[in-house]
């Protein structure tokens, strides 16, 4: 049974809790709330509710601004990104943690630090790299970038795989199973909520993503989410249609909001798993 010192303490932490998600939570509801105004409603009173909700503002954000455009290419380059990037991380940190070969102390040493050197410090091996192979101003050149840059995923799948005991592969390889067929049919299966894990933090980062794009991108008609609403922002900023902005930036959050909301019970057990298991 509790104390009261407990229950106290618990209090306490509950009002905190509560304080920082209320700080993080208010800048967003504001900017969902003004998006229902009218211009010259927003400039009267920032904190006031809506007289009437003007879906206009979605409409217009959507056609008039580019939204649409920008909002599939970043589905486009985050939906095939995190495939390629977490079936890379995957084989890759299968193979280094469960086959032994001359290289593999120096191909983990790498993986872990390239998680630690900064995105920036790598930037004009890649601009140079990118224009060499014809790649710049392409999604193609970003996603071959996305595909081999969140080594995170390779730490973590590492850690899982390395836990699984090789008795799975030995009775496979028995039945005549290939190195391919085990690691698709048994070991890729076993790490699902690894997976499941790693595929939404990934997609999250590239759905955010602003630097890669905004450096490797040039053409508009290109843009991902995160360049396109910055490009918005240049603009409305001197035509002072803010409304149509803030109703962008909410269309913008939708999708990353639903897949938290959809899957945080794996994103958790994931971690957990793979923790555990490393």
Do not use: C
């Not at 469960?98 to 920036?120: C, H, M, N, R």
């Not at 990118?130 to 996603?143: A, E, P, R, V």
């Not at 290939?178 to 076993?190: D, G, N």
Request: hydrophobic share 55%.
């Amino acid at each position: 049974m509790k104390t009261s010192q407990q229950k106290g303490s618990a209090l306490l932490l509950q009002i905190a809790l509560f304080a920082y998600a209320a700080t993080i939570l208010y800048p967003f509801l504001w900017m969902a709330i003004n998006a229902f105004k009218s211009n010259p409603e927003f400039y009267a009173n920032v904190w006031s509710w809506p007289e009437k909700l003007l879906w206009s503002n979605y409409g217009k954000a959507w056609q008039e601004s580019g939204l649409g455009t920008y909002f599939f290419n970043s589905l486009f380059i985050t939906a095939v990104g995190t495939l390629l990037a977490v079936l890379f991380s995957a084989m890759s940190s299968y193979t280094v943690a469960k086959y032994k070969f001359t290289g593999k102390g120096v191909i983990f040493f790498f993986a872990v630090s390239s998680f630690l050197i900064p995105q920036v410090g790598s930037l004009a091996a890649l601009y140079k790299l990118m224009i060499d192979l014809n790649l710049f101003n392409s999604h193609i050149g970003l996603l071959i970038l996305y595909s081999g840059g969140l080594s995170m995923n390779f730490i973590i799948l590492y850690g899982f795989y390395r836990g699984i005991s090789w008795e799975y592969a030995e009775a496979a390889f028995m039945d005549g199973a290939s190195h391919w067929q085990i690691f698709f049919r048994i070991m890729l299966p076993l790490s699902g909520p690894s997976i499941a894990a790693v595929s939404l933090v990934t997609m999250v980062s590239i759905w955010n993503d602003y630097f890669l794009p905004f450096m490797f991108l040039q053409d508009d008609k290109l843009y991902t989410i995160s360049v396109g609403l910055y490009d918005m922002m240049l603009k409305q900023q001197y035509a002072a249609d803010w409304t149509t902005l803030f109703a962008a930036l909410t269309l913008s959050v939708i999708p990353i909001l639903l897949v938290f909301v959809l899957f945080q019970n794996k994103l958790v057990s994931g971690f957990t798993t793979g923790g555990l298991k490393g």
